[in-house]
């Protein structure tokens, strides 16, 4: 159906909606849709839309998207545009005001261009050039945001995402890949502050499996304030989930996934989880863990004012001797790059702050996540652990082997061996929810330095599967070993790092440390 009006004015509140017709209307100079109206159609044509730049204020709905092209919606004004299919644009796309929602998501065959604007998409496909401009850009449902020349955030310009919803434990990633060059200038943000697990009323969400009360608040890379037991996920060597939520009131940072030809950092990459909120005695609670952050790209540049950040929350202001309400632990940093030698910025990884709570028995700071930097030119990389000189009984632990005894070795298939020992000291491999020892090296001879060092390729609770040509059918009985490497291993800022009873082994000790107030316990 055609709805065709020489004006069309939809004013004092009022909400018109035609169904999935069509709708056309001649005089758009004199057509509008008030502050706190509402048009719904179900299509218009491309001159149509604006129509949306008349509306001062109101909201136009579009349920079905025209051809569009080389569109420019730089009249919006402080209207509401929300399209509810996919938008195809063919050509550049340029939106210089308003707010607009592609709820099914975008693309374009050219240049998309945001300025003084916040646009929210279910993701977004440009092949050209994209630039944030003093705009904000909000991805939604974990859809990537894929770009085939070059990204430009600035002039305070961020990049976010929609805060996690508990009831649906739902979380939005965020996931960009850029074929060229990447650039943050310093007044703008990739934004994952408090976009990790969230809370409920009296409850906590937590890591990796938007689990509920599992004991794991206010914890990620690090452990919550006065923690000493290991309330830990994820791996150091790939940033690959958000922050846990602290109790009651503080969501954790998001997760944020970054591959590029270069990144160019002056701004901030950020995931931090949020400080607690202090509504009454009765309703206070932990700060949220820090998220993650996984950057892959050739090389990574930037100034002093760089920063990746992937913080604990603080503490809440006072509270009762209880032991849920703490600072939240650090997150992880991973970045893997073939040259970091241009980046003066830096990295941040710290707990939460207990400061502004000095009352509690149990107020402690946060312990430090994890920063791991590796180039994919490496077998092994650079560990930094580092709480930024805040002072916490909780210690930063590694995916631990230990030392028990080999039972059983048996050949399964040519060149493929299961190792068994007794009891389940282990979790099982789960590659989607980061459990398990894959990737690890162990020596299956803990007795001598000099045996060689097998992969893991996968575990059950009481077995590790190697692939070798080796023969290791004579070393039952033998106590095995796991074996963490690093190039360097910096553990500063009053950190503390414990990898059980597993050996560590540093290659370049020269530019190692453990400084002052900093703890390394190894096996």
């Not at 008030?34 to 109101?58: F, P, R, W, Y």
């Not at 005695?281 to 993650?292: I, T, W």
């Not at 459990?435 to 007795?447: K, T």
């Not at 040509?469 to 503390?496: I, M, P, R």
Request: net charge negative; aromatic share 6%.
């Amino acid at each position: 159906g055609v709805h065709t009006f020489e004006t069309l004015n939809v004013v004092g509140n009022a909400w018109l909606d035609t169904g999935s017709d069509r709708v056309v209307v001649r005089d758009l100079a004199n057509s509008t849709v008030s502050a706190g109206s509402t048009l719904v159609v179900g299509e218009v044509d491309q001159a149509t839309l604006e129509l949306a730049g008349n509306s001062s204020g109101g909201r136009f709905v579009l349920r079905r998207a025209p051809a569009l092209n080389n569109l420019d919606l730089s009249a919006l004004g402080d209207s509401q545009l929300d399209i509810v299919p996919v938008v195809s644009v063919t050509g550049n796309l340029t939106i210089g005001s308003g707010n607009v929602n592609f709820l099914g998501g975008l693309s374009v065959t050219g240049d998309l261009d945001l300025s003084n604007t916040t646009v929210t998409t279910a993701g977004a496909t440009v092949p050209g050039n994209m630039t944030v401009n003093g705009a904000t850009l909000i991805l939604r449902d974990s859809q990537p945001l894929t770009v085939g020349g070059t990204l430009d955030v600035m002039n305070s310009g961020v990049i976010t995402v929609l805060t996690s919803t508990p009831s649906a434990k739902v979380i939005h990633s965020l996931k960009v890949d850029v074929t060229g060059v990447m650039t943050v200038d310093s007044t703008s943000s990739i934004d994952l502050d408090g976009k990790g697990y969230g809370t409920g009323y009296n409850d906590s969400y937590s890591g990796p499996a938007y689990g509920l009360n599992t004991g794991r608040e206010s914890c990620h890379g690090g452990s919550r304030g006065y923690e000493y037991g290991n309330c830990s996920y994820g791996r150091y060597e790939r940033a690959m989930f958000a922050g846990s939520s602290g109790f009651r009131t503080a969501p954790g940072g998001g997760l944020v996934e970054i591959t590029a030809q270069s990144l160019v950092l002056d701004g901030e990459i950020r995931a931090n989880g949020l400080t607690a909120n202090n509504f009454s005695y009765s309703h206070l609670g932990g700060g949220g863990a820090g998220g993650g952050i996984h950057i892959e790209v050739d090389s990574l540049l930037g100034g002093a004012t760089g920063k990746l950040s992937a913080l604990g929350g603080d503490m809440t202001n006072k509270g009762p001797t209880n032991g849920r309400y703490r600072a939240g632990g650090g997150g992880r940093i991973s970045v893997v790059t073939a040259d970091r030698s241009g980046y003066s910025g830096t990295y941040q990884a710290f707990g939460g702050d207990k400061a502004r709570n000095t009352s509690d028995t149990f107020a402690s700071d946060g312990g430090p996540g994890t920063v791991y930097l590796k180039s994919p030119l490496d077998t092994y990389g650079h560990l930094l652990v580092d709480n930024g000189g805040l002072t916490s009984v909780g210690r930063t632990r590694l995916r631990i082997v230990g030392r028990p005894v080999i039972d059983t070795v048996v050949e399964t298939s040519p060149g493929v061996w299961q190792v068994s020992v007794a009891n389940t000291p282990w979790k099982a491999s789960d590659l989607a929810l980061g459990w398990g020892l894959d990737g690890i090296e162990v020596d299956l001879d803990a007795s001598e330095l000099l045996s060689p060092h097998y992969t893991i390729e996968s575990n059950t609770t009481n077995t590790i599967t190697i692939n070798t040509t080796d023969d290791l059918s004579g070393l039952v009985g033998n106590s095995l070993v796991g074996v963490h490497t690093f190039e360097t291993l910096n553990v500063v800022g009053n950190a503390w790092l414990d990898t059980g009873s597993d050996r560590v082994v540093v290659r370049d000790l020269a530019n190692s440390t453990v400084s002052a107030g900093s703890t390394l316990v190894v096996g």
